[in-house]
């Protein structure tokens, strides 16, 4: 099944002619889901043809503009467009009165369910829990109430030996459990999943850290990640604006990724006073085996 990610807006703080700001497309196992919504969101939907109607809910990691702002203008976009299918918005408290307020001064209408609801910005909370899949919010340490969020494969299922099982003529209920990776009782035995199936491949995961310092809080929740994207706002150079902004610099989202053990590391919210992006992969590959410069419109599968 499908698990990729699209990087919509890699820049920060403003948008520019390079990089748009943050929002990321996710799809897992056939579904769709947006992380953060910055202004010309929209824009960068329509360019990489991504099916922004079928979007099952959308997660904003704070309330500052680069992140935000682009909310309302899709909403609304897709009510004018006929969306029926119901939509969840995860955010952080005031999220929703802020929404209000602006539907009332642009008197919107809506033509399908919308949900806003309040992730917790003291202990990590299940958002979404699939049968195959769940997403995840945890705090962040940023200069105000943020969450970053983990996309996580869960509960897949063993491949069967389609050829063996036909010729036993197992039951669907036996097959069910056998799927599961449960031992089955049939015809006086007890069938044991390897004899009759693969495990399955290890599960997938993709973490995105919104606006940063390094904490405890991001390391736990990133641990094992397939990708982890990370706020990399500044180069070495720079470093001294790291911590008053409530950002990371480059070679710090290294320093996590490593501690982490993920399997690759992706560097977002990159300030623009940056134009060259070798210049940062420069610096990045010096300190993790796996790193790139997220830019606007890639497409990475995990």
């Known amino acids: 099944m499908n698990f990729d990610v699209v990087f919509l807006g890699?820049?920060?703080?403003?948008?520019t002619e390079l990089r748009g700001t943050t929002s990321q497309f996710v799809s897992i196992h056939g579904h769709h889901y947006l992380l953060d919504a910055g202004e010309g969101v929209q824009l960068a939907l329509r360019k990489h043809r991504l099916p922004f109607q079928k979007i099952r809910g959308i997660f904003i990691s704070h309330m500052h503009?680069?992140?935000?702002?682009?909310?309302?203008?899709?909403?609304?976009?897709?009510?004018?467009?006929?969306?029926?299918?119901?939509?969840?918005?995860?955010?952080?408290?005031?999220?929703?009165?802020?929404?209000?307020?602006?539907?009332?001064?642009?008197?919107?209408?809506?033509?399908y369910d919308l949900t806003?609801?309040?992730?917790?910005?003291?202990?990590?909370?299940?958002l979404c829990q699939e049968e195959r899949y769940a997403l995840t919010s945890f705090p962040v340490k940023h200069r105000i109430?943020?969450?970053?969020?983990?996309v996580e494969e869960r509960n897949l299922p063993w491949s069967l030996d389609g050829a063996k099982?036909?010729?036993?003529?197992l039951p669907f209920d036996v097959r069910k459990q056998l799927r599961q990776g449960m031992e089955a009782r049939w015809d006086g035995a007890t069938l044991v999943?390897?004899?009759?199936?693969?495990?399955?491949?290890?599960?997938?995961?993709?973490?995105?850290?919104?606006?940063?310092?390094?904490?405890?809080?991001?390391?736990?929740?990133?641990?094992?990640?397939?990708?982890?994207?990370?706020?990399?706002?500044?180069?070495?150079?720079d470093s001294a604006k790291a911590k008053p902004t409530y950002h990371s610099t480059v070679l710090e989202a290294c320093r996590v990724a490593q501690q982490v053990e993920?399997?690759?590391?992706?560097?977002t919210h990159i300030s623009s006073r940056y134009r060259d992006?070798?210049?940062?992969?420069?610096?990045?590959?010096?300190?993790?085996?796996?790193?790139?410069?997220?830019?606007?419109?890639?497409?990475?599968?995990?």
């Open 193 to 237: 999943p390897r004899d009759w199936a693969k495990p399955p491949k290890d599960a997938r995961s993709y973490v995105f850290s919104g606006d940063t310092r390094p904490c405890e809080s991001l390391k736990r929740h990133a641990a094992g990640a397939t990708l982890l994207c990370h706020d990399a706002t500044f180069m070495e150079r």
């Open 262 to 267: 993920a399997k690759r590391l992706g560097l």
């Open 65 to 111: 503009g680069d992140h935000v702002l682009g909310l309302p203008g899709l909403l609304s976009t897709m009510s004018l467009l006929g969306r029926t299918a119901p939509l969840t918005v995860w955010g952080p408290p005031g999220l929703e009165d802020w929404l209000n307020l602006t539907w009332r001064a642009i008197v919107a209408h809506f033509t």
């Open 277 to 302: 992006p070798a210049e940062v992969q420069q610096e990045a590959s010096k300190s993790f085996h796996s790193v790139f410069v997220a830019s606007d419109g890639l497409k990475v599968s995990l």
């Open 116 to 126: 806003v609801l309040p992730w917790q910005n003291e202990e990590a909370m299940t």
């Open 10 to 15: 890699t820049g920060a703080a403003v948008p």
């Open 145 to 150: 109430e943020a969450c970053g969020i983990r």
């Open 165 to 169: 099982v036909r010729e036993a003529n």
